[in-house]
């Protein structure tokens, strides 16, 4: 898939020259002419660099740059602002956040340069910063000796099921990274609440309920990460809507979100816990069918989890790292 530039320049023919020119070299090229058309198809088309022209009849190049790369979405997105050539204008242009600083290019070819090299130092940045927040992740996990290597049995559980629904190749990987980074947002549950041996007061479910939205927004930065969002923030919805954080019911929660969910408790069910000793494997699935009925999971999907447990031993372990795979 190609990068997508957002063009942001008001309705003229250089701009409708620019379009052609990076469309003939396989961008997908959205443009917008104004500042709320630029703000609102920057938050839906989260696209790879925005190439913004201080041409706009609304708003001058510096505030608009500095809107955009205040939302957590654009932080790791380049904004190259393009203007007449100026000192003081530079310098205004990078105190707005602006990731380049262009007068207008000698030739269209120069500017083709400059967007690949930013292009390319952003899937760099985003990479590294990917292999930061999987460790995170892990981190968060070893604080409790009890849930060590959850996520990887998750991944393994979850990707079975995947298969088993003819999951494309890139959906099982959105599935497995999924269910690696799902708890991340718990760096700001308190370790008191984290691994807290008893029920938690109402004051710290509250707490603990807000993870899902906290790791959302941990990874939303991210372009790699953008189809992992909906699952990491809606892997404790229930089908009856009686889940969190959105209330989300039946099928508008995500597939992805459904799987890892039931993953999720089987793997909670079959390990010890703080407050409870680990479960027979078929306990466990006896509980899984138990919350399907009440309407709180998805029940053929728990129905098809049952079949391949029962298939393959219980999900035996393949003696293979998810986490060590992801890095291979």
């Known amino acids: 898939m190609m990068p997508t530039i957002l063009l942001v ?58 809107k955009l790369k205040a939302h957590p979405l654009h932080q790791t997105t380049p904004v190259v602002l393009v203007m007449s050539p100026d000192a003081d204008k530079a310098l205004k242009g990078q105190q707005s956040g602006a990731d380049d600083f262009w007068g207008l290019p000698t030739s269209r070819w120069e500017a083709l ?16 910063a ?37 999951l494309t190749d890139d959906d099982l990987e959105t599935l497995r990274v999924a269910c690696l980074l799902h708890d991340i947002g718990k760096i700001a549950v308190p370790d008191a609440i984290l691994i807290k041996a008893g029920p938690l007061t109402p004051e710290e ?68 816990r703080p407050y409870r000793d680990a479960l027979p494997a078929d306990e466990a699935l006896t509980i899984l069918i138990a919350e399907a009925r009440c309407g709180w999971l998805d029940a053929p999907l728990v129905r098809r989890f049952c079949d391949i447990c029962q ?5 035996l372990p393949k003696n293979r790292s998810m986490l060590a795979s992801y890095y291979a």
């Open 9 to 66: 320049d008001r309705h003229s023919p250089d701009r409708d020259d620019w379009k052609a020119f990076l469309q003939n070299q396989g961008f997908d090229v959205f443009v917008a002419e104004n500042e709320y058309a630029a703000v609102q198809q920057s938050l839906e088309l989260h696209p790879d660099l925005i190439l913004l022209h201080d041409t706009l009849p609304d708003t001058n190049g510096y505030e608009l740059c500095k």
């Open 113 to 128: 340069s400059r967007i690949q090299s930013l292009l390319q130092m952003r899937a760099y940045i985003d990479e590294q």
């Open 130 to 166: 990917k292999s930061v927040l999987l460790s995170l992740a892990q981190s968060i996990e070893a604080k409790d000796p009890k849930k060590v290597g959850h996520s990887e049995r998750l991944s393994e559980y979850a990707l079975q099921l995947g298969e088993s629904l003819d």
């Open 205 to 272: 479910r509250l707490v603990m309920n807000q993870h899902p939205v906290v790791g959302e927004g941990i990874c939303a930065p991210l372009k790699s990460l953008r189809h992992v969002l909906p699952i990491i923030r809606h892997h404790h919805e229930r089908m009856d809507g009686s889940g969190y954080p959105d209330g989300l019911r039946g099928y508008r929660i995500p597939l992805k979100a459904r799987i890892l969910q039931i993953a999720d408790i089987y793997d909670a069910l079959v390990n010890d």
């Open 311 to 315: 298939a393959t031993g219980h999900f």
